[in-house]
Each structure stands twice: as structure tokens, then as C-alpha cells.
């Protein structure tokens, strides 16, 4: 079956699509307001704040690049691959801060959630650990069919 999935082509743009689009979408906030995106990083207490503000420079352009590329069905090994990656160091620290009790805005689309209330908070942190997990298997099926072709 996942053989009949990842060969069929149509099915194939239609992820690419979605996924690209998410990933473009998902850089928009964070590139227009860096140093809040660099504050949201801080909030998950993982990593130095120089790494922070780097990496809330360089993030959301390589989201941004990682779509378009999944749009426009260019570089879709590497980018289906990096898309991965990110996807899972992205569920890996909204689960690391449900589990510490960090409640946090996840930082991948609205930055702005100052009026949630933490039970609230925690519910959107776990819809974005299931969005990000089916994600997840689009970039797989992606990066599977892609090699296959």
C-alpha cells in the first residue's frame, strides 16, 4: 500500500503542496519579527541566547527556502530530508517542554498568544505535536517517493 501511495504522483504534488505551503507560511511571522521569534526560542530553556538569536535568524529562512523548494518540486531530496530533521527537532522540544511543564506558544505560526490561559496553552502545544507528527509522514512519504522516481 505505502508502495501505491508514494508512486502515485498526483498524491505526491498534493503533499508537496500542502507541506510547502505550511512551511512558507509558518516562516512569514518569524521573519518579519525575528527578535520575538528569538524570545520564543528562549521560553523552551534549551539552548544560550546567542544560539537563540541565531537560530531565529537562520530558522525561518530555511523554512521559508524548504517550501518553496517543496512547492516548485526542486532539491526535493535534501529538502524532504531537512524537513525531517526540523520536523522532528520541532516535536522533540514542544514534547521536552510538555514534559517539564513548560507552556509555551510553540513559535510556528502565531507568535502572539499572550491572552491563552496555561491549560490552553498546553492543549495547543499537544495539537502541534500531532500536526507536526503527520507532518512528519508527509515528509517521509515525500522523501520515499521522491527516490523511488
Not at 505505502?2 to 508512486?7: L, R, V
Not at 505551503?21 to 528562549?42: E, G, L, M
Not at 523548494?69 to 529538502?79: A, Q, R, T, V
Not at 496553552?121 to 500531532?130: D, E
Request: some cysteine.
Amino acid at each position: 500500500m505505502i508502495d501505491k501511495i508514494t508512486n502515485n504522483r498526483t498524491f505526491l504534488l498534493l503533499i508537496r503542496l500542502i507541506l510547502g505551503i505550511v512551511f512558507v507560511y509558518a516562516s512569514i511571522d518569524k521573519i518579519i519579527d525575528p527578535s520575538k521569534f528569538s524570545n520564543t526560542i528562549d521560553n523552551y530553556h534549551i539552548s544560550p541566547y546567542v544560539l537563540n538569536n541565531l537560530a531565529a535568524l537562520v530558522i525561518p529562512w530555511l523554512e521559508l527556502i524548504i517550501g518553496l523548494f517543496l512547492i516548485l518540486g526542486i532539491f526535493l531530496n535534501g529538502s524532504s530530508f531537512i524537513a525531517i530533521i526540523l520536523l522532528v527537532f520541532f516535536i522533540f522540544i514542544l514534547v521536552q517542554a510538555l514534559f517539564r511543564g513548560i507552556n509555551v506558544n510553540c513559535g510556528c505560526f502565531d507568535l502572539d498568544v499572550s491572552d491563552l490561559e496555561d491549560s490552553q496553552l498546553r492543549i495547543k502545544m499537544i495539537r502541534r505535536i500531532v500536526e507536526d507528527i503527520l507532518f512528519l509522514g508527509l515528509a517521509f512519504i515525500i522523501n520515499k517517493g521522491n527516490k523511488e522516481n
